[in-house]
């Protein structure tokens, strides 16, 4: 009804839709990107674009997939844009996390540090690989929706996860 009423230029459902989904869609980005600063923009990116697009959804039943679609072209625009020797975790910064571990004892501490490290270990992904794990993991979206939103084959699609979770197994190997 939200979405509807968003469609037809309705600028209360518009700021309601955006209170409702901006925490999610600034948690999608803090999994893709290391920079807080740059996380914030890129939300912030994301919801102006659905904000001026909206308009243009055809299908309400899509607004997820179509927001997630948002979501993935900021992101590869943003890395598109980032000088070609750019590395945005090396190894020495992963390393410099796994060493922080030494936190008092306490299951939320060990859950934060744990956090801490399987994001550090994401951000090792190359892009690809990163927004693909992301949207199969955290969004729990279908390979197909994935294929969709990506514009990848099925098959690119499973690869590029299969491929992820390889590496992010080898990353986390000492505390799996």
Known sequence: MLIELA?????????????????????IFAH??????????????????????????????????WLNKIITNTFNDYVRKLPSHYVELDEDKLNEIKDKIGCEP??????SELEKII??????LPHELRIAIVLREYEGLSYEDISKITNT????????????RLKLQKELKEFI
């Open 106 to 111: 306490g299951e939320k501490c060990l859950f």
């Open 119 to 124: 994001k550090a270990a994401l951000l090792t």
């Open 32 to 65: 893709l990107v290391s920079n807080k600063d740059d996380v914030s923009d890129l939300t912030q990116e994301s919801l102006l674009k659905l904000a001026k697009a909206i308009p243009h959804l055809n299908d309400v039943n899509y607004f997820n997939n």
């Open 7 to 27: 469609r037809h230029g309705d600028i209360k459902a518009l700021e309601e839709i955006i209170k409702r989904i901006q925490s999610h869609v600034y948690a």
């Open 153 to 164: 084959t099925l098959g690119t699609v499973k690869s590029r996860i299969s491929r992820a």
